[in-house]
């Protein structure tokens, strides 16, 4: 009785072990993702500065992955700051900014708060894009894939095939 309680254990702790390692791969590739678009999107030349602003808000799990991009990489020869928001509310200045899954709810807010302000939203939830994100990170077949709204109102150009 107690070994089979130790396997029960064990193959638990494999479990949850897994489930961590499968999401942490799953941030790092959201976080490339996230830098591949700032080379095929261009800001509108008002949104210009010496920075590239990437800002995250909800779960800051993905902040890690990519402050090693940017601590590596830089978007458009500007240097990538990452930045985290508390509430929809206090958005700062910045490019891109990505809502994490608990955090897609409140996308009515967000879309209202950043009006006019040219940052592309990037979500992690189905049908986000339905709701007003610009890029939506979905699951094909338990690969990270995204989708992307496009509509005539959008102030960015989008090059080449991000597909």
Same mark, same amino acid.
């Given at each position: 009785m107690k070994l089979t309680c130790i396997k029960f254990a064990l193959l638990i702790l494999v479990a949850l072990l897994f489930g961590s390692i499968v999401h942490a791969q799953d941030e790092k590739f959201e976080a490339l993702f996230i830098y591949n678009f700032t080379k095929y999107i261009e800001w509108p030349s008002e949104s210009q500065s010496s920075e590239f602003v990437i800002t995250v808000l909800g779960s800051g799990d993905i902040i890690p992955e990519l402050a090693s991009i940017s601590s590596r990489m830089s978007a458009n020869s500007k240097h990538i700051i990452i930045k985290k928001a508390?509430?929809?509310?206090?958005?700062?200045? /910045?490019?891109? *900014?990505?809502?994490? #899954? $608990?955090? @897609?709810?409140?996308?009515?807010?967000?879309?209202?708060?950043?009006?006019?302000?040219?940052?592309?939203?990037?979500?992690?939830?189905?049908?986000?894009?339905?709701?007003?994100?610009?890029?939506?990170?979905?699951?094909?077949?338990?690969?990270? /894939?995204?989708? *992307?709204f496009?509509? #005539? $109102?959008? @102030?960015?150009?989008v090059y080449g095939l991000i597909y």
């Open positions: 508390n509430s929809p509310f206090a958005i700062p200045p /910045s490019q891109i *900014l990505f809502v994490s #899954k $608990e955090k @897609t709810g409140e996308i009515p807010q967000i879309l209202e708060n950043i009006k006019n302000r040219n940052i592309l939203l990037i979500a992690e939830k189905p049908n986000a894009c339905a709701i007003g994100a610009g890029v939506n990170f979905i699951s094909k077949g338990g690969n990270l /894939s995204f989708e *992307l496009t509509c #005539k $109102e959008t @102030t960015f150009t």
